[in-house]
Structure formats: C-alpha cells, structure tokens
C-alpha cells in the first residue's frame, strides 16, 4: 500500500498535479461535479445494456413532500437519448428515478 501510494505521488508530481487539499472550493466543486457525471454515465452505460431495454420509465418516489413537477413526469416513457427526458435530480432531495424498460 505505501509504495502504491509513493508512486502515486511521484506520477502526480511529474504530471504536476495539485493535491486535492490545495484546491479552491470552486475547483473541488467542479471535480466532485466531474466525478457524479462520470458514475452518471456509468450507470446509464450499465442500463442501457440490460437485455430488452430500449428506453426509460419515470417512476416518482410519491410522498406528501411530491412536489407538482416531478408529478407531472411519473410514468412518462422516454427512449434512450431522447433530448426531452429530465435530468435527475430534479432538485435537492428529489426520489423520482429511471427504469430501463422495453418500449418496443
């Protein structure tokens, strides 16, 4: 583990990389930002590979805090790609999430 994490350290240097620690909060931002898009697209690479699926289903986590926009999206149908589908989440605490389901 220790000469993993020295050869680390050494690769970064020559790439002249900055520790994490001595980013600015805009730039940890970003990075975090960069690294939920990643696992995003991860995860819609994984679900989009699922034998059969050729789309996506809204499904809404329905609750007394629902609010009207999400509502409006439950059960809509969208095919892999389509421009008009939401971006999840669509706010802070959102539940609503996508099931690969087969539209054919």
């Known amino acids: 583990m220790k000469n993993t994490r020295i050869a680390a350290r050494a690769k970064a240097k020559k790439l002249k990389l900055k ?21 995003a697209e991860q995860w ?19 609750q007394d805090t629902t609010c009207e926009e999400c509502m409006s999206y439950d059960g809509e149908m969208y095919a892999f790609g389509d421009r008009d589908m939401p971006k999840l989440p669509i706010h802070p605490n959102c539940n609503c999430r996508l099931e690969p389901i087969d539209m054919g």
């Open 44 to 62: 819609r690479d994984e679900l989009q590979g699922e034998e059969g699926a050729t789309g996506f289903v809204f499904i809404v986590d329905k």
């Open 19 to 39: 520790p994490v620690k001595s980013l600015t909060a805009k730039q940890r931002l970003a990075l975090e930002v960069e690294r939920e898009l990643d696992q």
